[in-house]
């Protein structure tokens, strides 16, 4: 029996069709599940005095920008939570910054989860999901099932 489940969202159609899918399989199970978006950092090009471009550099955002991914994602993860407590499950909201496909199977692990239900892919970088690549790396990479909705 599930008792856990890892969630990740991004607010995508995919996203949701992946909520609406969990909705059906765990309904009056008792399972508990975390919604988990995870918001990525944006990169920036730093140029060299030469006028070459030096290699890509991970920055955080400002304060600011970071305060507004983080309440974008609070919103999101909101709504999302919607029909699943609808049907009676119990979800906790979780975001992190960071890499998508890596803080995923992070919180996975460290989480203990029994399973991770994810749509196919998503919005991209800055909504989180980069077209496939982090349901791929999830897969092959997590040390728990993985359920992969595709939309169709």
Same mark, same amino acid.
């Given at each position: 029996?599930?008792?856990?489940?890892?969630?990740? @969202?991004?607010?995508?159609? @995919?996203? =949701?069709?992946?909520?609406?899918?969990?909705?059906?399989?765990?309904?009056?199970?008792?399972?508990?599940? %975390?919604?988990?978006? /995870?918001?990525?950092?944006? /990169?920036?090009?730093?140029?060299?005095?030469?006028?070459?471009?030096?290699?890509?550099?991970?920055?955080?955002?400002?304060?600011?920008?970071?305060?507004?991914?983080?309440?974008?994602?609070?919103?999101?993860?909101?709504?999302?939570?919607?029909?699943?407590?609808?049907?009676?499950?119990? @979800? =906790?909201?979780?975001?992190?910054? $960071?890499? %998508?496909?890596?803080?995923?199977? =992070?919180?996975?692990?460290?989480?203990?989860?029994?399973?991770? /239900?994810? $749509?196919?892919?998503?919005?991209?970088?800055?909504?989180?999901?980069?077209?496939?690549?982090?349901?791929?790396?999830?897969?092959?990479?997590?040390?728990?099932? /993985?359920?992969?909705?595709? =939309? @169709?």
């Amino acid at each position: 029996m599930l008792e856990k489940v890892l969630l990740p @969202t991004d607010g995508s159609d @995919t996203a =949701q069709k992946a909520i609406d899918f969990a909705v059906k399989l765990l309904e009056g199970s008792g399972c508990k599940i %975390t919604l988990l978006s /995870v918001v990525e950092e944006p /990169v920036y090009s730093a140029f060299w005095s030469d006028g070459l471009i030096a290699p890509e550099v991970l920055m955080p955002p400002p304060e600011e920008l970071r305060a507004e991914l983080d309440k974008r994602a609070e919103e999101m993860l909101a709504e999302s939570a919607e029909p699943l407590r609808a049907a009676g499950l119990e @979800t =906790q909201p979780k975001i992190r910054f $960071g890499n %998508t496909a890596a803080e995923i199977l =992070q919180e996975a692990e460290e989480g203990g989860y029994d399973m991770i /239900v994810m $749509g196919s892919h998503g919005r991209g970088v800055l909504g989180g999901f980069l077209l496939g690549s982090v349901s791929n790396r999830v897969v092959h990479h997590a040390k728990c099932p /993985v359920l992969i909705v595709r =939309q @169709t």
